[in-house]
């Protein structure tokens, strides 16, 4: 079964409305990040997370580790927000730092 | 200037065909990682090294070689290039010391007729 499971796969957003992004985890992790793919296919890191919460500017992530999930939340959602969001968590694994990417999460913001 | 770049950015190959896709990091890190994108798939690990001189499979190492001559450069080798292997590949590269947080490159389309 899936890992790392995104949810939702798909969404639209109307610009300056706000939503959150999930990530259950199926495995042991210590650490997730989050990316976000842009419409020519670059992937930018957006968080790294241990157990706890983060924010930059409109976003924010929160990472618990205890109920196996990550959550972004986007605010006030403007249209260069559109693209892929992944999350990824390290598969706690002796001696390395795996990566399992979850799907992903198609978000579309129209004006 | 980014710390991961990828060459080339596109290629075509020809069943049969050999197949190398380079990778090189200025950031100094240890760990260097290949992934290839896949719609519906997220991205899934092919190979990553430790350091100069390491190879390690990862998921799905089946059909690819990888090879890291250098702390900065690392190869991924399709030997016998399949059409199943058309995808996107991404390198990346990670710091043990820096909590594993992995930064990448801008991909390479592989197109495998």
């Known amino acids: 079964g899936d890992q790392v499971k995104q949810s939702p796969s798909a969404l639209s957003l109307q610009e300056g409305t706000n939503s959150a992004l999930r990530c259950n985890f199926s495995?042991?992790?210590?650490?997730v990040q989050w990316f976000l793919q842009n419409p020519r296919g670059s992937l930018m890191n957006l968080f790294y997370l241990v157990p706890g919460t983060k924010e930059n500017g409109r976003l924010k992530s929160t990472f618990n580790s205890k109920e196996s999930y990550s959550t972004l939340h986007i605010r006030d959602a403007q249209l260069e927000d559109s693209g892929t969001y992944f999350c990824a968590a390290v598969r706690v694994n002796t001696g390395n730092y795996k990566y399992v990417f979850g799907a992903g999460t198609r978000l579309k913001v129209i004006a | 200037e980014a710390a991961v770049t990828q060459s080339p950015r596109n290629k075509v190959a020809v069943t049969g065909g050999k197949v190398t896709l380079s990778c090189n990091q200025t950031?100094?890190?240890?760990?260097m990682y290949w992934y290839r994108q896949d719609t519906g798939h997220g991205l899934r690990l092919i190979h990553y090294?430790?350091?100069?001189?390491?190879?390690e499979k990862g998921d799905i190492p089946d059909g690819y070689k990888a090879s890291r001559p250098s702390q900065e450069n690392f190869s991924l080798i399709l030997e016998l290039a399949t059409p199943s292997q058309t995808s996107v590949y991404f390198c990346?590269?990670?710091?043990?010391?820096?909590?594993?947080?992995?930064?990448f490159g801008p991909g390479t389309r592989l197109t495998v007729l």
């Open positions: 990346a590269s990670g710091d043990l010391q820096n909590y594993a947080e992995q930064f």
């Open positions: 495995i042991a992790t210590t650490t």
């Open positions: 950031n100094n890190h240890n760990n």
């Open positions: 090294s430790y350091g100069a001189g390491s190879t």
